[in-house]
């Protein structure tokens, strides 16, 4: 049997339903987790426990460093 004579479902690029997710009502150009697509390059990171601020230096990220004044995480804002 030919993969054609499967009532008209070819193996070829057709129409088909697809596997691929697009753009829906809840997913329309968001990134991972549902949240942006990304912060961006600026802003700052913020101690989570003495609530000291310094700037955001792109390609390290916020949740990795720690705090200059009391060794507690950062978080970016």
């Known amino acids: 049997m ?5 009532g008209g479902r070819g ?7 697809g596997t691929c997710r697009g ?9 991972r987790m549902g949240g942006p697509a990304a912060a961006g390059a600026t802003g ?9 601020t310094q700037p ?3 390609g390290f990220p916020c949740i990795e460093l720690k705090c200059p004044q009391c060794g507690a ?5």
Do not use: Y
Request: proline content about 3%; hydrophobic content about 20%; charged content about 20%.
């Open 44 to 52: 700052v990171c913020r101690c989570t426990s003495c609530g000291h």
């Open 23 to 31: 753009q829906g009502r809840t997913g329309a150009g968001r990134g």
């Open 73 to 77: 995480g950062m978080i970016r804002q």
């Open 2 to 6: 030919s993969p054609v004579s499967r």
């Open 11 to 17: 193996m070829g690029r057709g129409a088909g339903a």
């Open 56 to 58: 955001h230096e792109r």
